[in-house]
């Protein structure tokens, strides 16, 4: 039997993106034949305000699919419609009312989101720490890659148009080989290249599946995107670095910018000044002490003074939790989703400072080792120093 699932229609975000991008409306049959792929719909629900223009010839459309309008008031700024719009309330309700069928349906175990707003991130983080498949439809080339990243399945809207073309067409032409998704990865790694664009990995799945209607790595035999360009890598079509805590994409031919020469990432484990680093710092009290001031006075934050007991535990512990030894990329990731999920409050440049704070003052323990087994070169990896006295005080804190 099919899993029940519920669909969240962010109206407003997916018809000002179908209306930009392809000058035509939605396509609300197109949207739910998709969603019965991954099993039983039980609740369909679209919110807007219906009042708007745009929006007011939708709910006998919708509700002759099965989808119930929600009324939510838009609000303005000061000066009437022509100022720009508030859509916060819109946003706010439809996860509100997601998280509420989440605990009165524990039987459903599939949400999909049709939108493309990266806002809805912690709304997908919330879902799928409750043992949930999330599965976002939306316009590809206006959806945020971070929320093409954060759910388990993304749907690009084009497939949907795409997929109703090829089955009018099936018994007209003879059916076209499959693309090769890792020739596709290239030519998507060189339009970004082109276009100047970020080649963080979200960007570049995010680029593949506008070139290919859809896209999903594990049709490829692959459980993560990553793993996927982690094999075109070793194919020797791409090549990946760790550049400003986050995994970028470049071509075999491309220089790849250095890191800067105080970067720690490149630096092999040592022995400094009587301690050990990732062991037992054996250094005398009041040494310790003094170095640990220093380190603070030169970047700028001390993990003691400038975090409070509880925001240095949870970091601490979210380390914990990660494949060891792990990148800093993903120890970045790793504290970023707590600021999501509303844990933390924490702006991304104060989440760089407490990454570099927290391996200046070795709570960091560096390991060289190779990314996987067929690698050509080693790489810094990082676990945390549970062996440190303030490490373990941190930890044991919250027994």
Not at 210 to 235: I, L, P, T, Y
Not at 341 to 355: D, K, P, W, Y
Request: include cysteine; aromatic fraction near 8%.
């Amino acid at each position: 039997m099919p899993d029940d699932l519920a669909v969240f229609i962010d109206w407003e975000n997916i018809y000002i993106s179908t209306v930009t991008e392809y000058n035509s409306k939605p396509n609300v049959s197109a949207i739910l034949e998709k969603a019965r792929e991954y099993g039983r719909i039980v609740s369909a629900t679209a919110y807007a305000d219906w009042t708007d223009g745009d929006f007011r010839e939708a709910p006998p459309t919708l509700y002759s699919n099965g989808i119930a309008p929600r009324y939510i008031s838009a609000r303005y700024f000061p000066g009437g419609k022509s100022s720009k719009r508030r859509t916060n309330s819109i946003d706010v309700m439809l996860a509100v009312e997601c998280s509420d069928f989440l605990h009165n349906h524990p039987q459903v175990g599939t949400y999909v989101l049709v939108t493309g707003d990266g806002d809805f991130i912690p709304l997908v983080n919330l879902l799928r720490s409750q043992g949930k498949t999330v599965v976002v439809i939306g316009v590809s080339e206006a959806a945020s890659y971070h929320l093409i990243e954060s759910a388990d399945h993304f749907v690009s809207y084009a497939s949907l148009l795409e997929e109703e073309r090829a089955a009018r067409a099936r018994d007209r032409e003879p059916r076209k080989k499959a693309p090769d998704p890792f020739k596709e990865l290239v030519r998507a790694v060189e339009n970004l290249k082109k276009g100047n664009k970020a080649r963080v990995l979200g960007q570049v799945k995010q680029q593949m599946i506008v070139q290919m209607g859809s896209f999903d790595e594990r049709n490829a035999g692959f459980k993560k995107f990553k793993d996927f360009v982690v094999e075109a890598e070793r194919r020797g079509l791409v090549n990946t670095v760790d550049q400003d805590l986050e995994l970028q994409v470049y071509l075999p031919n491309e220089k790849i910018p250095a890191p800067p020469e105080s970067d720690l990432a490149a630096e092999e484990p040592h022995e400094e000044d009587g301690a050990v680093r990732g062991g037992e710092d054996r250094r005398p009290a009041e040494e310790i002490a003094t170095s640990e001031d220093e380190s603070a006075r030169r970047d700028g934050l001390d993990l003691r003074e400038d975090l409070t007991p509880y925001e240095l535990r949870t970091i601490c512990e979210s380390v914990t939790r990660l494949k060891q030894p792990t990148s800093l990329v993903e120890i970045f990731s790793g504290i970023r989703e707590l600021d999501e999920r509303g844990e933390l409050e924490l702006s991304r440049e104060e989440i760089e400072g407490v990454v570099k704070a927290m391996l200046d003052a070795d709570y960091l323990k560096a390991t060289r080792a190779k990314p996987y087994k067929q690698a050509k070169a080693k790489m810094t990896f990082y676990s945390l120093n549970s062996d440190l006295s303030e490490v373990k005080e941190i930890l044991n804190s919250s027994r």
